[in-house]
């Protein structure tokens, strides 16, 4: 998995071929199906055009917004194997209601089912990693599908300027620190769909526990968790907080992600701040989500775990199937 992270930046030159062109939806309004690292692009694109209106839905069928929001938006289903019961289950949701819809996928049913209907897709390359470590080909692929070329072109520009190798001293240090304690990932609102990312590395890469929320809002409940007493001070032992800091925030949520900071120290609880940088959105993005994977990647070692495969979501899935 270290290669896939080495050659991470590499994914930006691919260059996505929609087949069935000729029967995508031109909109601004977008739905996209799909689950676990399937469907992570979205939120990272909602931050650099937030005016377009682009739902995720993580489950079965199709999301409970107007029929009127479902018939104007174009419905993208995203699979990286293309055999997502829940993806697959939405597709066939959007055919019942004769809905505008498109396929990313490598294959598989999902895939099959686009060629069968003549629905317009986007087939992403096959290179046996983990769907979380093909974000960037999931994030392009979708970008080609809302035709958003101008941002299709800015995304290209990572495949020189982003060097995941440089990452990977400060990833190792900061799982060394991080070891035995569970990871909580605090950012502002609209870095949520970083801090997020953050926590399913850790998840699904380091094998252990993590959680996130974001500032203002957790400043008027889950803090009150961690004012550690006598009777509970046990209870917060085991964490350890990272507070993604960036300067473009609104000055109020730094000034409340300081003072938080400052508070948790003083309570003995452990916590450091992580800048967010680059010269680009998306530089700043996947500067950050390259760090993520290497903390994740040492941790899942640090733990002699194999960072890449995950066989509880296997058994799972053969329990259900």
Known sequence: ?????????????????????????????????????SNLAPGLIKMRLPHIDIVSHRDYGLPLVSQKFLSKSLIILSSYSGNTEETIDSFHAVREKNLSCAVIATGGKLLH????????????????????????YSLRALLAL???QSILDETANLAETLEPKKFHDQGEALAKR????????Y?????????YNWKIKYNETGKIPAFCNVI??????EMTGF????????????FYFLFLADPLDHPQDAKRMSVLFDMFLKRNLRAEKIELSGESLFSKIFSS??????????????????????????EFKRKIA
Not at 178 to 185: K, L, Q, S
Not at 216 to 221: D, V
């Open 146 to 148: 809302m035709q958003e």
């Open 187 to 195: 950012a502002s609102t609209r870095n949520y769909s970083i801090a």
């Open 289 to 314: 989500l390259v760090y993520a994977d290497w903390s994740a990647f040492e941790t899942a070692l640090h733990y002699n775990l194999d960072p890449e495969k995950v066989p509880m979501i296997e």
């Open 1 to 37: 998995m270290d290669t896939a992270i080495e050659q991470f930046n590499t994914q930006f030159l691919f260059i996505p071929v929609i087949s069935n062109k000729e029967n995508l939806q031109k909109t601004e309004s977008f739905i996209v199906c799909g689950m676990g690292g």
């Open 216 to 221: 203002p809002e957790l400043n008027h409940n």
């Open 178 to 185: 991080m070891a035995g304690h569970i990871p909580v990932i």
């Open 113 to 136: 089912l686009a060629q069968k209907h003549s629905v317009p897709y986007v087939q992403i390359p096959d290179t046996g990693i983990q769907p979380r470590s093909a974000l960037g």
């Open 227 to 238: 004012d550690v007493t006598g009777a509970t001070e046990h209870l917060s032992e085991c």
